[in-house]
């Protein structure tokens, strides 16, 4: 596998450009890497039992990685107490697609 292009930082602007170039990067890490972003079942435990656990919070700690990497600062703030991708991935777009001010904006 080549080595990935970069992503972009999150300033809190242009969530949606935003989220296509990151869900780009993260499928260029590996497709566990994007899914775990989206699996509300994932919980990152402290016992990996399987080859499945292992894989799954291997997958869960690049797509982490990358989300908290390519935050800029007012956008961390808001995600840094959440342990998995799927938190953060789901607390940003909830922030950012969920509020009217939000949708306002963009119409």
Do not use: Q
């Amino acid at each position: 596998m080549g080595s990935p292009g970069k992503a972009l930082i999150f300033d809190g602007i242009d969530y949606d450009y935003w989220k296509v170039h990151m869900r780009a990067y993260l499928l260029s890490l590996g497709s566990e890497v994007w899914e775990i972003c989206e699996d509300p079942d994932y919980e990152n435990l402290a016992v990996r039992a399987t080859e499945l656990h292992v894989r799954r919070h291997e997958a869960n700690s690049k797509a982490y990685n990358a989300l908290i990497a390519y935050l800029a600062r007012p956008e961390f703030d808001r995600v840094s107490d959440l342990l998995t991708a799927r938190e953060i991935w789901a607390r940003l777009a909830s922030f950012h697609e969920g509020t009217n001010h939000v949708k306002s904006r963009l119409f």
